[in-house]
């Protein structure tokens, strides 16, 4: 059973906000919520990750609901250089699964 | 700062030989992880180790085998390769749950 659910795929356009959404219905209480980025023939790469509310840094923010059963990834002014695959990941072990995934391409 | 360092980065196989796929980070971590990503696919956990001594399945272990030589260093052996091990081979470790440092990654083709 996944613990997570996300688009397949989301299309933007530079200079726009894009949220990323992820379920994840079946949340333990002691998990986070963590977000990466994959450029092609590359690893995954770190972005936000937090429990609880809203969280941001330098290069997104990340909203929780109270329920935790969902959050948002956003990605404010989009380039180019943002078209990736973007991870969703909820646990608090150390057996870390990835989804499938979104992936973003975002258009001139 | 090197981070997390694989070797080889690419390999060319024939089907039954064997191979190690070789990991090391300089951070310091405590858990490491190997990962296999299929072209167009998600990441798929092999394998890995909370923590020096500890090495745990994951999602795909079938085929492989891993050493957690020290804190160090983690490698990923396949015994005897298939053409569906084909795939791109990333390590991984992390301090503490959920952020996971990703080395380049390792090409591997079994013919």
């Not at chain 1, 994959?38 to 937090?50: A, K, N, V």
């Not at chain 1, 059963?69 to 057996?95: E, F, H, W």
């Not at chain 2, 196989?13 to 971590?29: E, I, P, R, V, Y």
């Given at each position: ?52 509310t809203k ?6 923010s990340l909203f929780i609901p ?5 959050s948002t990834?956003s ?34 | ?111």
């Amino acid at each position: 059973l996944a613990k997570t659910t996300q688009p397949i795929s989301m299309d933007s356009y530079e200079g726009q906000e894009v949220n990323i959404t992820c379920s994840h219905n079946n949340i333990a209480t002691n998990d986070y919520i963590t977000w990466y980025q994959q450029f092609p023939s590359q690893g995954p790469r770190f972005i936000i990750q937090g429990y609880k509310t809203k969280v941001t840094n330098e290069v997104a923010s990340l909203f929780i609901p109270a329920d935790r059963k969902s959050s948002t990834l956003s990605l404010p002014r989009v380039s180019l250089s943002d078209t990736a695959v973007y991870y969703c990941l909820v646990d608090s072990s150390y057996k870390l699964i990835f989804g499938s995934g979104t992936r973003l391409l975002v258009r001139p | 700062n090197a981070g997390v360092t694989q070797t080889p980065k690419f390999q060319v196989l024939k089907t039954g030989q064997s191979m190690t796929l070789q990991c090391a980070q300089d951070m310091n971590h405590n858990s490491m992880y190997w990962y296999r990503q299929d072209p167009g696919m998600g990441l798929r956990l092999i394998y890995y180790s909370a923590s020096e001594g500890t090495t745990d399945k994951g999602e795909v272990p079938n085929g492989y085998n891993v050493s957690r030589l020290n804190k160090r260093e983690f490698s990923l052996r396949l015994e005897s390769a298939a053409p569906s091990q084909t795939s791109v081979y990333f390590c991984a470790s992390s301090e503490t749950t959920g952020e996971l440092f990703f080395g380049e990654g390792s090409r591997l083709t079994v013919l």
